[in-house]
């Protein structure tokens, strides 16, 4: 499933910099963007430091013929990056980014991934959803989403993530939409920065099973979530978006799920619609977010 194609990005670029920060930075790039034709329409910087720190710059733009002109921009950038010392990623917005989503039994994310993509308002195309359970294989396939259940069992651990690996091919970004197993360090290794995950935020003070309940009967008054790039320590990658709403001594433990449903799917959304615009950069065990 693909979102419908925008004629609009035939000839938007996604320009995302780093390097040491020092005067005339800005000036130089700009320049470079100028000097090839290209139009500048969003530009947003980050700076840890004006004396020895990092600078991140990304820019938006549009300039005619980009795919044919892309070796052109690229042979600029290089000529840039020896004196700036610079790190740069480029892309095109025509490219649609292929996303693999895991799930296991709730659907309420991968419902909101699935409307936001058919919507166009996440431009990106799920080209598969694996399952340790076949109870979504419905809203998958309802969708015209290839549905693949690959059973899970500690004992078939490591051949169950090497046929989910065969089975979604190269992918540009998996999602664990509420996935309820552990995938290893050796997963974790072939998605580096480009495999996100969803969860409550009762963590670490709420654990096992039923943290709703445990949360109900401590009288929380904040549910959240949080969603961030997996590492192979659990749940400690580098965090892209957070929200909480409120609650009071009126919430049913019921009421505290489906609240914590709904910011889940929000949440999980917006992380996968940032990464997917080249908004996030990882810096360290943060990330900024160009949102």
Request: charged share 25%.
């Amino acid at each position: 499933m693909s979102a419908p194609r925008d004629p609009r990005t035939a000839d938007l670029g996604r320009l995302v910099v780093r390097c040491p920060d020092r005067p005339g930075i800005v000036a130089a790039l700009s320049g470079l963007m100028a000097q090839v034709g290209a139009n500048i329409t969003e530009s947003q910087q980050h700076s840890s430091d004006p004396s020895g720190g990092t600078f991140t710059l990304r820019l938006e733009f549009v300039l005619a013929d980009l795919a044919g002109r892309r070796a052109e921009l690229e042979a600029a950038l290089a000529g840039l990056a020896g004196e700036w010392q610079l790190t740069w990623r480029l892309t095109e917005a025509a490219h649609t980014p292929r996303l693999a989503v895991f799930v296991s039994r709730t659907d309420h994310v991968l419902q909101e991934l699935l409307y936001r993509v058919g919507s166009g308002d996440l431009r990106a195309e799920i080209a598969a959803v694996v399952s340790n359970h076949p109870d979504l294989e419905p809203v998958a396939r309802a969708h015209g989403v290839p549905f693949h259940h690959v059973p899970v069992t500690p004992d078939t651990k490591d051949a169950a993530e090497a046929r989910a690996l065969e089975l979604i091919g190269d992918v540009d970004l998996v999602v664990l939409a509420r996935y309820m197993q552990i995938v290893s360090p050796d997963f974790c290794s072939r998605f580096p920065e480009r495999l996100i995950n969803i969860h409550h935020s009762f963590l670490p003070a709420f654990v096992g099973a039923n943290p709703y309940q445990a949360a109900h009967d401590r009288g929380v008054k904040l549910i959240g979530a949080t969603a961030h790039y997996v590492t192979a320590e659990l749940d400690a990658g580098p965090i892209i978006e957070q929200e909480v709403a409120r609650v009071d001594h009126r919430a049913t433990v019921d009421d505290m799920r489906r609240i914590g449903r709904y910011v889940e799917r929000q949440v999980l959304a917006q992380a996968v619609t940032w990464h997917v615009e080249d908004r996030v950069v990882v810096e360290g065990d943060r990330t900024i977010v160009f949102g």
